[in-house]
């Protein structure tokens, strides 16, 4: 299979996607049909708009790029879909840019808060930390509270508060090949500290952390993270809905989000 993993890979893709593939049926199973159905419903419902919009396309070639996009749910219908997105399509991450050294700062006030995180595997030798400023769309006021600079910029991007959070990656350390819930959510990345040696794998695509810049990618696509640096890598996460979701997709996806169970 082209596109194959970094070569500091432990195990090639295909033990990988199998093992994606099982967590996910699990996931839909314990999910239900009925509320799986409930789903499938609503995508063609509140996504009818759009796709009435869109020009009739061939169907897209199932290769490599569309064969890694294996999200927990089911894939929302009529939005683009690509591993790496440039950040300037999201004209807002130039604030997370510009707020950088502030929130750097603050990071630094929190480190030592940090817990294992929420989505963490048993399969990573080194736990993956996080500082939560939000989950499945709920606030956690207590650490908003500790970085007010970050809290207030928060407040002014177009996040959807699924998972936002500091994030620490220790030397050597890794997130094996993992997928997101949905495409209807991208992430961006922005990098806060000792990003030197640290880089993201998307479908088949690389990108390298840099300190006070952002990556934005679609982690519904499957991605690895691998830090080679000398000292523990920190970013702030951010999940932000697709750009193409119209308002009441927005509205349903918002209420998925905090219905799940914690």
């Known amino acids: ?23 996910n049926a699990t996931f839909q199973r314990e999910a239900g ?12 419902v509140l996504a ?20 890694l996009q294996r999200p927990w749910l089911p894939l929302w219908p009529g939005l683009g879909a690509k591993p790496l997105h440039d950040r300037r399509d999201h004209p ?10 502030d929130i750097r700062r603050e990071l630094g006030a929190v480190r030592t808060s940090f817990a294992r995180a929420r989505y963490d595997s048993d399969l990573n030798p080194a736990p993956w930390q996080t500082f939560y400023f939000f989950l499945q769309g709920r606030p956690v006021p207590e650490n908003l509270a500790a970085c007010p600079v970050t809290a ?33 959510s991208l ?14 794998w998307v479908a088949g695509e690389t990108a390298h952390y840099c300190d006070g810049d952002v990556l934005v990618f679609d982690d519904s696509f499957v991605h ?30 918002r209420r998925v989000v905090q219905s799940a169970p914690r």
Not at 33 to 44: D, I, N
Request: aromatic content about 8%; proline content about 9%.
């Open 33 to 44: 049909a009925a509320k799986l159905g409930l789903f499938k419903a609503a995508a063609k």
């Open 187 to 200: 992430t961006a990345h922005l990098g806060l500290a000792n990003c030197a040696g640290a880089h993201l």
């Open 92 to 101: 807002w991450t130039e604030h997370l840019r510009q707020a950088y050294p």
């Open 224 to 253: 690895h993270v691998e830090h080679n640096g000398p000292d523990v890598r920190c970013t702030l996460m951010i999940t932000f809905w697709h750009p193409e979701l119209n308002a009441l997709e927005r509205t349903f996806f």
């Open 1 to 23: 299979m082209t596109g194959e993993l970094p070569a500091g890979s432990a195990r090639p893709l295909g033990h990988w996607l199998a093992a994606i593939d099982a967590s």
């Open 152 to 184: 207030a910029v928060l407040r002014d991007i177009p996040h959807n508060g699924f998972h936002v959070c500091f994030s620490a990656i220790a030397p050597g350390g890794a997130l094996h090949p993992h997928t997101g819930p949905t495409n209807a």
């Open 48 to 67: 009818a708009p759009r796709l009435v919009r869109k020009p009739t396309r061939p169907a897209p070639d199932r290769g490599l790029m569309a064969d």
